[in-house]
């Protein structure tokens, strides 16, 4: 998808030296999957406890 937007050149160039990319529309790409990427892990890390799946890996594993 083809897009018009304003970004400051410095900020694609730090992306372009960070991620090693090597056009800007690569740097951008793997600068937005990284973001959703993090967001994914960050909610996951804040479910954590709050779903109660109990599992006995004994069972599971046919040791009892």
């Known amino acids: ?3 018009t937007i304003e ?5 694609i160039e730090e992306v372009m030296k960070i991620t090693g990319s ?3 529309s690569q ?3 793997l ?3 990284e ?3 993090r967001n994914k892990r960050k909610r996951l890390i804040n479910m954590k ?3 109660d799946l109990d ?3 004994d069972v599971l594993r046919d040791r009892k």
């Open 31 to 33: 600068a937005l999957e």
């Open 55 to 57: 599992i006995d890996l």
């Open 1 to 3: 998808m083809r897009t």
């Open 27 to 29: 740097a951008i790409k």
């Open 35 to 37: 973001k959703i990427a």
């Open 7 to 11: 970004i400051p050149e410095e900020l």
């Open 49 to 51: 406890g709050s779903i």
């Open 22 to 24: 090597t056009t800007k």
